[in-house]
């Protein structure tokens, strides 16, 4: 769904948003259910029947005029409906959202480790964005970009609907300039500072991108600050934003970032997260020139990386 469609039905939704979070929706397409029912539980085919049924039994489903749907509701195609996601006992996040920048159009956030930039999957209230449309009380605010949940550093919001396009058009248009650190282990025959340009693509059947052969489609310059032992303490500069591109890069070359449990292989899926051993992946700082004031912006996260800390 395209982001400026999001905001649209966000706005007109039948639901208001509920502790921070929007409302979620389903279309109804042309088949043979009979009711209502039926289409969800097949829709929803890792939901058990029941909890759907209950859903229904409550009012927790609605039409486009905030009807309440029924387990007797007969299937009418080509609708929406309406309801709030739910989350299962959802993980705690124990860490700060420090708020590094605010204004009537902007909103720079320093996000730490292990907390995920916007609702999804098994997170709902437990992420940057949810937290601040509730404490800042602006319901509408919107991300800008993302960053990883693993990944802390600076992270930026819109609070008014109407200008979020200009800010999002500065990182379509690659006019933002965005310096990451992390700690890698040091390769002796890496000639450093490197520009690294590679195609990275979605790997087949996972979360995770890989390299490909084909024209490159992302690129990073990749420098070294210091270092500690047998680590680097390495600034990175994404031209492109592919997605996962610094910790993909990072690991095609041989040094791949601290406690990355997805590169350079998938990790086996933990219950809960290890919070004494972050990725050491920071989002250090973002420049812009601001297309609303006209103002250069730079901000930059106070954190640290832990430099001593041994490879995963």
């Known amino acids: 769904m395209k982001k400026s469609t999001r905001i649209t039905f966000v706005r007109d939704a039948p639901l208001p948003l509920r502790n921070g979070v929007a409302p979620s929706r389903v279309h109804l397409p042309a088949g043979p259910w009979a009711l209502l029912i039926d289409f969800l539980t097949e829709r929803f085919e890792y939901v058990p029947p029941e909890v759907l049924r209950a859903r229904l039994i409550r009012g927790d489903i609605v039409d486009q005029s905030g009807i309440a749907q029924t387990l007797d509701s007969p299937y009418q195609a080509l609708r929406w409906l309406w309801y709030y996601r739910e989350v299962p006992e959802e993980p705690v996040i124990p860490f700060e959202l420090p708020v590094l920048f605010r204004d009537d159009f902007l909103v720079a956030v320093d996000k730490p480790h292990f907390l995920a930039s916007i609702p999804g999957g098994r997170y ?7 937290r601040l449309r509730a404490s800042l009380n602006l319901p509408m605010l919107s991300p800008i970009h993302r960053l990883d949940r693993d990944t802390a550093g ?3 919001f819109c609070a008014d609907p109407e200008r979020r396009g200009a800010y999002q058009t500065l990182f379509q248009t690659r006019n933002v300039q965005k310096e990451y650190e992390a700690i890698a282990p040091l390769r002796g025959d890496l000639e450093l500072p490197i520009v690294y340009r590679s ?8 979360f995770t991108m890989h390299e490909t052969g084909g024209e490159a489609n992302s690129e990073t310059r990749i ?10 303490h390495y600034r990175l500069r994404p031209q492109t934003g592919r997605k996962h591109q610094l910790r993909a890069h990072m690991s095609a070359l041989g040094i791949p970032i601290c406690n990355d449990n997805f590169y350079p292989q998938l990790k086996a899926y933990a219950e809960s997260d290890d919070f004494t051993r972050p990725l050491q992946l920071l989002a250090r700082a973002i420049q812009f020139t601001d297309p609303i004031s006209g103002q250069l912006r730079r901000f930059e996260s106070p954190r640290s990386l832990a430099v001593s800390q041994a490879p995963a």
């Not at 709902?124 to 949810?130: I, N, P, R």
């Not at 195609?199 to 996972?206: E, K, N």
């Open 199 to 206: 195609c990275l693509q979605p790997r087949p059947g996972a």
């Open 154 to 156: 600076v992270l930026l």
């Open 223 to 232: 420098e070294l600050i210091h270092t500690a032992g047998q680590l680097g």
């Open 124 to 130: 709902l209230q437990e992420t940057a964005l949810t």
